[in-house]
């Protein structure tokens, strides 16, 4: 107990002071984590679309539509511009508006009088957030203006549900599929590299021939490891929760448990790494190798619906789907790819086929 | 159980078609320091490494203070010392924590301030490891070797590339511990340093053990002779100083030769008649003890280095 106490103090140390290692497995996931959630997660929130609306009608229909667009209740999720024409196009083509809406004049009287009417409606086929967000909401906001007009009572209104447990913005995605690459990185990065490294200088020599047990010399280093992962785990949900403003989920009390295999199963997998690279240089390769696959191929960078289906085969089987998936659901109520149950599963099974291959192929030097 | 320390028997390990030891025998007594003296790629490292059990020999016997010795015995390793060839440290831990590290991993050690005064380490105590010199990392990994109070210690090499003043002190600690009765078996390529600490000396070459005994059995045994180092000269031939009375063998080296001889008297007078009537001027002269390195060249015909 002595012994393994020393070394896990000893790689503590080594690790506090390696400043690359406490970048690339603490900082950097949370920086991704930051910037993913603040652009996407910024990005629909309040003023998610940013509409001009040019008034050339001064009758009570375009009074009444001007009014809905400015009530508060629309202010949520759209930024309203109103000012001519010509301006607003302008401010269209150069990116600060969305779509623009006219009402053109005799609006009011033609419709009145049952005639159909064409309003223009300016957007940038340039733009995805123009095409997409912009014109679909003209669109859907114009089949309210012709019940206004026709002064039909709204028999059928939305009742917004969101299938998730807590209302989210995408850094719901974001957060927990970072922690999932945080535990690949402490795995890859933060494991099997110094360890070849150890290796290389002779270090895991020299602590072969001390009194020491094989078991006492990794469990002290995996356990140091694992400890970096729990650590990094309350930073990130403590993260989530106050910079990105995610709700956790019901399953929250789950986190802490689903990372601790996360963090075993990879920092397993990196010794794995250790033991089939015969150089550092090999182990930077398999290295990047992994971390790209995984990084890219597990939906845990951008949602697996964006994955092309040639792709989609890959996903199933980069272990580190299965822990972003797990850390999502748990963490915010995410969407399952898999029930839970699989994810565990599939993460337990990895971690058992790797312990006894790594210990085969194991070299101290 | 008996007065061994160490015994090998019959010890070989082949990498590939290369025999790197190839039937070694020896036995240490306790409190012997011993000395394994060959040039680079005799075996030595290889011989030593497979009695810490960092290697899996081919085939032999291994018996360490008594038992067969296996690998992974961390009870058994705590009355050994082992200072390796070239071995690592955590290289962003200090110079203290890498020994209280080690210290851990004992029941009863040394003092560490004790022994950092020991190998004079103490100015640097807080240093990082990865910034120690050559001479100053050599010394911790020897405190780390003695720091459990070995009965046996093995030191690879342990003067190699350190300067003279860095060798003297760990020949010092190495004199420290005979006087305290522990075992040593040390390796090394420097005939002095085999001269001046080892009790028994085993001679290796191309993986054998080509000669074993005391410094003083073996220059003994092949040399009777004194050695008398003569500076060259215009008309000083080997041929003409062989000839002298009582030479028995002579060779050259950096500039000199050097003439064996069983009577020193009669070759020096007789090489001041032969200079006196060839009108010659002797330059300076040398009387030393034959050393092992004259053994070494004797036996094998090659230089150590």
Redesign the interface.
């Known amino acids: 107990m002595k012994a393994f106490t020393a070394l896990y103090l000893a790689n503590a140390r080594e690790f506090v002071r390696d400043r690359l290692a406490m970048v690339i497995t603490i900082i950097m996931p949370l920086a991704f984590a930051g910037f993913f959630g603040m652009i996407f997660g910024q990005g629909d929130q309040a003023a998610g679309i940013r509409l001009g609306l040019a008034v050339q009608d001064n009758g009570p229909l375009s009074q009444q539509l001007v009014a809905i667009l400015e009530s508060p209740s629309m202010a949520e999720s759209i930024g309203l511009t109103v000012a001519d024409e010509e301006k607003l196009v302008e401010s269209l083509r150069a990116g600060d508006l969305h779509a623009v809406l006219v009402l053109p004049a005799g609006l009011t009287e033609r419709t009145a009088a049952g005639e159909a009417v064409n309003v223009p409606v300016y957007y940038d086929p340039s733009s995805q957030s123009s095409t997409g967000m912009g014109l679909g909401f003209v669109r859907s906001f114009l089949n309210q203006a012709n019940l206004v007009a026709q002064s039909a009572p709204e028999l059928i209104t939305v009742d917004e549900r969101s299938v998730m447990a807590e209302k989210q913005n995408p850094a719901a995605f974001y957060a927990p599929s970072m922690l999932g690459l945080a535990m690949l990185w402490l795995g890859v990065f933060g494991t099997a590299m110094p360890l070849v490294e150890m290796r290389e200088k002779k270090v895991l020599r020299r602590l072969a021939v001390a009194p020491l047990s094989t078991r006492t010399v990794l469990a002290a280093q995996v356990g140091w490891r694992v400890t970096v992962g729990m650590v990094q785990t309350i930073l990130f949900v403590a993260f989530s929760v106050l910079v990105l403003g995610l709700i956790l989920g019901r399953q929250a009390h789950l986190i802490l448990p689903i990372a601790l295999l996360g963090a075993v199963t990879f920092v397993t997998l990196g010794y794995f790494i250790a033991a089939l690279s015969p150089t550092s240089e090999a182990a930077i390769a398999i290295a990047q190798v992994v971390n790209f696959a995984m990084t890219f191929l597990s939906g845990s960078m951008f949602e697996p619906e964006f994955l092309p289906a040639a792709l989609r085969p890959a996903m199933y089987i980069m272990p580190l789907t299965y822990l972003s998936d797990a850390l999502r659901q748990v963490m915010v109520g995410f969407r399952p790819l898999f029930p839970l149950e699989v994810d565990v599963a599939v993460l337990a099974g990895l971690l058992l086929v790797l312990v006894p291959l790594t210990i085969k192929f194991w070299r101290w030097e | 159980m008996n007065d061994m320390a160490l015994q090998v028997t019959d010890l070989r390990k082949s990498y590939g078609d290369l025999k790197a030891v190839d039937g070694v025998t020896f036995s240490v007594a306790t409190g012997e320091v011993f000395g394994i003296l060959g040039p680079n790629g005799a075996g030595k490292t290889t011989t030593v490494e497979c009695i810490?059990?960092?290697r899996q020999p081919d085939s032999g016997e291994i018996v360490v203070l008594g038992r067969a010795f296996g690998a992974?015995d961390?009870?058994?390793?705590?009355r050994l010392g082992?200072q390796?060839q070239?071995?690592?440290?955590?290289?962003?831990?200090t110079v203290r924590?890498i020994m209280?590290?080690?210290t851990?991993?004992?029941d009863d050690t040394l003092e560490t301030d004790a022994l950092l005064d020991l190998v004079g380490l103490r100015e640097r105590q807080n240093a990082?490891t990865a910034k120690l010199s050559g001479g100053q990392a050599q010394r911790l990994s020897l405190a780390?070797a003695l720091l459990n109070k070995p009965e046996l210690v093995f030191l690879d090499e342990p003067t190699t590339g350190l300067d003279p003043q860095a060798r003297r002190a760990i020949w010092d600690l190495v004199h420290d511990l005979r006087r305290e009765g522990r075992t040593v078996v040390l390796t090394t390529h420097y005939m002095e340093e085999a001269e001046e600490l080892c009790d028994r000396v085993a001679v290796m070459d191309h993986g054998h053990i080509i000669e074993l005994g005391t410094p003083r059995e073996l220059i003994a045994k092949y040399f009777r002779e004194t050695a008398i180092e003569v500076d060259q000269v215009d008309g000083l031939t080997a041929e003409g100083l062989a000839a002298l009375p009582a030479v028995g063998q002579v060779t050259e080296e950096n500039g000199r030769f050097v003439v064996f001889s069983a009577a020193v008297p009669k070759t020096m007078s007789g090489l001041f008649d032969w200079a006196q009537a060839h009108s010659l001027e002797l330059g300076q002269m040398v009387v030393r003890q034959a050393t092992l390195e004259d053994v070494f060249l004797k036996i094998t015909g090659r230089r150590i280095r």
């Open positions: 810490e059990g960092l992974d961390p009870e058994f390793r705590r082992i390796l070239s071995t690592g440290l955590y290289p962003k831990l924590e209280r590290l080690f851990a991993f004992y990082p780390l």
